[in-house]
């Protein structure tokens, strides 16, 4: 598959180093690994293996202990807490498993939440109202959607909306917390189908997390946490 | 944006959230009443008299002769002779004068004999007068005039027949001379309202068969008899005085109090109503005690309700910050939410406050002789507001702090 910026980096890291002060047990340590501008990625592991804690060190929500975290070449583990919140707001979408809105907001509301918090984001968007619907319709959302509560949507459109949000403002970076695992494989295929079409659309990187082997075939790339990180104990 | 979203929020929890606000509203309410309650007693106590310069009585504390010239309790030491009551008055510098006679009673309430200056100088709550509701003056020798309390609980009307007793807990009645009901005063709040008034020859009167407290075995005056006695007191137990010039008060007051031929006593109420609200204002502090603990008891409980729906509300904290919030923000939205209920309780109280008064205040009045003004919030409530909206905000940093702590540390990882 054809990428935009090959040599440019969405994700590079190295030598981090990473642990919970009280889960002794669990040490993560990842040598080496990057991500290119516009890949979409599949990032596979075990229960345990530390995916999820690797995408909160990359979306900055923990600092590593050592070593490295640059996001668009920028290093984001010297930046002040206020700073990496601010960073995460420009650069990332972020997608969870489940439960991905606020209740009791409507669909409006929760896709355009982002663009709140990052000017950058909301710069990139002229009428918001419009780009939101527009995201919808192309996630085949019904039209009137965006004035539902949240509470109101199934799973499978809660999800697609969690990827409007996510894509509003285009953020160099979609993270995905194996957003299909609530959803039968029929649902599963198209969500992915609509989110990597958008992904497309906004020109982003994509790094989903996933225990699925059989979504392997979808992915520019599979990494598979057992290749990247160092056992340690 | 925020401030939609988290009105949003509370309403999404509207019962929870609405349940809230109504037991901080009844709380509030209640330490506004009390306040209320409180400062109209106070005004309705230190305006039992007003308009009168110095209360003159026998030797005795400025309580004491408060207590039993103005609100009816307890016993004068001592009487004091009417040629001391007119030297008193025939000072330059007093205006006006109500002598007062008191030690008899009928059926649990005093009787007063005085003059009819009484109904024209004895002003209370800011000047208002004793009025006539229905009946006459003392016209006639054997006439009373009753308080609205009186006539209430004793259900008399004008021309119903009375019998003075003897002292206060006495046995012995003044049955041969038969009082009748000339007046009935309009309800005033004050201890008037419980006080059988007659005149100072009638308590010369009914004493005539009497001496030394005893009735002389024996001796029983026909009443036409009596009617052509000379009937001028010879004792009075206290007496109201206005002065010309609040100048002389002071003056006034020494003069009296050095009296040479008999040992006086004169007051100024003001001060000796301050003195006795400090004795009764023990009460006051208890209130006072009991509505800062209801508003602390308050803030207490609006904690728990955020404290518990806190765990529930991780979630949405952690889409917050994957939005990019700040954890400080997630503080500030809590507290926020604080501030919203706190304000809504604050109206939601002031509205029912006001409606209890409006419904209350007639049998208040009624019942208790304090009269509650029904007005605008005064600087004091807009504190004690503003003050508990800092103290909610404040308060709500607790599960605010500890909501900081699962943001910062859930990131991804949300452990429900």
Known sequence: ?233 | MLLKLTFNSLYARLLTVGMTVFAISLSLMLYMSVEKLRTSAYTSFTDTISQTDLIVGARTSSVQLLLYSVFRIGNATNNITWESYEDVIDKKEVAWSVPISLGDSHKGFRVMGTNNEFFKRYKFRGGQSVELEQGNSLDDLYDVIIGAGVAEKLNYSVGTPLIVSHGLQSFSDHDDQPFRVSGILAKTGTPVDNTVIVSLEAIEAIHVDWSTGAKIPGQITPVEEIRQMDLSPKNITAALIGVNSKLQIFQLQRWINEYPEESLSSILPGVALQELWRIVGVVENLLLGISVTVIFTTLIGMTAIIFSSLNERRREMAIWRAMGASPKVVIGLLMLEAFIISVMSIILSTLMLFLTLYVLQPWIDNTYGILVNIEMLAVKDIYIFMLFIIAASLVSLIPAIRAYWFSINDGMTIKI
Not at chain 1, 50 to 66: A, D, N
Request: aromatic share 6%; proline share 3%; net charge neutral.
């Open chain 1, 1 to 233: 598959m054809e990428k935009s910026n090959l040599n440019e980096k969405t994700i590079q890291i190295n030598s981090v180093k990473f642990h919970w002060s009280n889960k002794s047990k669990f040490k993560l340590h990842i040598p080496e690994l990057s991500i290119d501008k516009g890949e979409k990625v599949l990032l596979l592991g075990e229960s345990g293996s530390g995916k999820t804690t690797l995408l909160s060190l990359i979306c900055g929500f923990l600092t590593p202990l050592s070593g490295k975290i640059q996001l668009n070449e920028k290093l984001i583990n010297d930046l002040s807490a206020t700073k990496r919140d601010q960073y995460r707001s420009d650069n990332i979408g972020i997608i969870f498993q489940q439960f991905n809105l606020l209740p009791y907001a409507n669909v409006i509301d929760n896709i355009l939440l982002p663009l709140y918090f990052s000017k950058l984001r909301s710069a990139n968007v002229s009428d918001q109202r419009e780009t939101a619907i527009s995201i919808c319709q192309s996630l085949r959302l019904p039209e009137d959607i965006v004035n539902m509560k949240a509470s109101e949507l199934s799973v499978g459109q809660q999800q697609r909306v969690a990827v409007a949000r996510a894509l509003i403002g285009n953020p160099p970076l979609v993270i995905a917390d194996e957003p299909t695992s609530s959803l039968d494989t029929d649902a599963q295929n198209i969500f992915l189908d609509l989110m990597f079409s958008q992904v497309a659309n906004s020109n982003s990187t994509l790094l989903m997390v996933s225990h699925d082997k059989s979504l392997s075939s979808n992915f520019d790339r599979v990494i598979d946490m057992k290749n990247v990180s160092v056992k340690e104990q």
